[in-house]
């Protein structure tokens, strides 16, 4: 158990530190809605990813790959939702992008949209299914209580990554929100991003 937590806390850190839809969601976030909001993404994305962690300790993970249907809704689904929330970023008008009359995003917006931006993007729980098991010992004493608390661990660390990268995003944005140009430009290149990240998660094969 000690050798393959250390490994798996090792890879855990390197795989958190590799840009994705969790990173870019919460940095979005924190440029948009500053540091409270920023952080309140982070924990929506912790939230969302319990799911999928108990989802792989259930089985459930292992229905929705084996299931080609299952993959699809929850694939779209979730493309869907990307893009409803690129949508809102696009669709300010002029006045509002430039900061005169900005609509706020709440930390609790920021939080449920976090959590299904998660739950709703079946390669996380793929993601679960396929990368614990590799560290977890089948002649355990209880294999489900290894994977939950490497599952636990990794979304932990993810956090704390995501936390940085919101509290990074928020204090940089606040140094261009004087200018209405650059909000009018971090409203697109976060719209652009969560596009983007639609179109990946509809083309992505299981």
Known sequence: ?????????????????VPGPDMTFSATSGARGGVRVGLAAALGIFAGCLVHIAAAVVGLSALIAASAEAFAILKWIGAGYLLYMAWTLFRAPPAAAEGAAAPALTARQAFRSGALVNILNPKVGLFFLAFIPQFVDPAAASPALTILFFGLWFNSVGT????????????????????????????????????GLALQLALSRR
Do not use: E, Q
Not at 2 to 8: I, K, Q, W
């Open 160 to 195: 704390v990554v995501n936390a940085l990268v919101a509290l990074t995003a928020a204090r940089a944005a606040a140094r261009f929100r004087a200018s209405p140009l650059a909000v009018r430009l971090s409203r697109w290149v976060a719209g652009t991003l969560m596009a």
């Open 1 to 17: 158990m000690p050798d393959n937590f250390l490994a798996f806390a090792l890879a855990s850190f390197a795989l958190n530190l």
